[in-house]
C-alpha cells in the first residue's frame, strides 16, 4: 500500500516535542516528588523547556495548517477519523495550554520565568497569591491529561503500526522524504 508521509518539518517537530513533553511529564513528577537542590536543578530544566515546547507547539500548529497530514485511509471508520481528530486538537490545546498556564501560575505567584541565563520572560498575570494557587491545580491536571492523552496517542500508534497495517503510522514514522513509497514489486511482502 503506498504511503503518503508527512512533510520532514512534522517529523523532526513530532518526535523533538514527543521526547521534550515525555521529558517535562516525567521532571513534573519528579518536582512534585524532591526537596531540596535537586528541585531546583529539577526547576531549572521545566521552565525553559516549558517555553520552548510553546514556541515549538506554535510553529507545529502553523505547519499543520500550512501543510495539511497525509489523508487518513479510506478503510478507516468515520468514528475513528473522528476520534483521531479529536485526540489532535486535544494534544495541540494542551500542548499550547500547559506552559501558557504554567507561564500564568509563575506570573501570579511572583516568580521569575528564566528562560535561559540573564533572559526573563515578563509576567502574563497580574502577581496573586490565590491565582497562584489555582493555577497551581490547573496545570497538574492538564499535565495528568496530557499524560492520558499520549498514552491513548501511543495505543493508537501501536493500532495502526502493528495490527490495521494501514499506513498511518509509517507516514509519520520514516526518515523518507515526504512523497509516496513506490508500488511494491510483485512478489513482495513488507507492505
Known sequence: ???IRFSVLARVLHWLMAIMILGMLFIGVFMAATVGPA???LLSLHRPMGILILALALVRLG???????????????ALQRAAALGSHI?????MIAMPLVGWGMLSAGGYPVVFCKGVHLPP???HDP???ALLRHVHTWLGLTLFAVIVIHLGAALLHALILRDGVFPAMASARAGRRDPEPVQGDNRH
Open 1 to 3: 500500500m503506498p504511503v
Open 90 to 94: 486535544l494534544l495541540y490545546a494542551l
Open 124 to 126: 502574563i498575570l497580574p
Open 130 to 132: 490565590a491565582l497562584f
Open 39 to 41: 528541585y531546583n536543578t
Open 63 to 77: 505547519n499543520r495548517l500550512l501543510v495539511p497530514p497525509p489523508p487518513l485511509p479510506d478503510s478507516l471508520p
